[in-house]
């Protein structure tokens, strides 16, 4: 089997918050699918830190591209149907299998290692881009005299 290196482990993606989040969501990815409790308990503790955590990275889309901010969203919104499809079948009385919990993680540390890892780098490159300095507003605070010399 080949190795995919972005499937075996949660890589930082340089936000305090964000990495603080998904490792709290990973424990219990990873206690689901240590032979842990699987039920409708954890499922319903998942959807809510995966929820809260969505809206944490909600508030940093602005900063992507409106393609990209489209389709992060529309995988956080999948991810959320997901385990809506599962916390459903568990109220009715079948429990999510070793395979979703494996499909849970997978999924999670894929899209952290790469749609999460964009989106706090756009962020970061957001931030570091120097104030727009306008030369009219710069003129403006001069005297009418030296305004005019300036910009003849
Ligand atoms: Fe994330
Ligand atoms: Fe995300």
Redesign the pocket.
Known sequence: MPHHRTADSLIPTGSGVIDAEHGAILDLLSAMNAGGPLGLAELTALRHEVAE??AT?AAEMAVLAADRRDR?EQ??RNYLAIIDALLDAATRGHPPTGDDANRLMLWFIV??NT??TE?VEAARRAGDEPPMISMDDWLDSLDEADQDALRS
Request: net charge negative; aromatic share 10%.
């Open positions: 955590h969505f990275e992060h995988a956080h899209h952290s749609a999460d989106l």
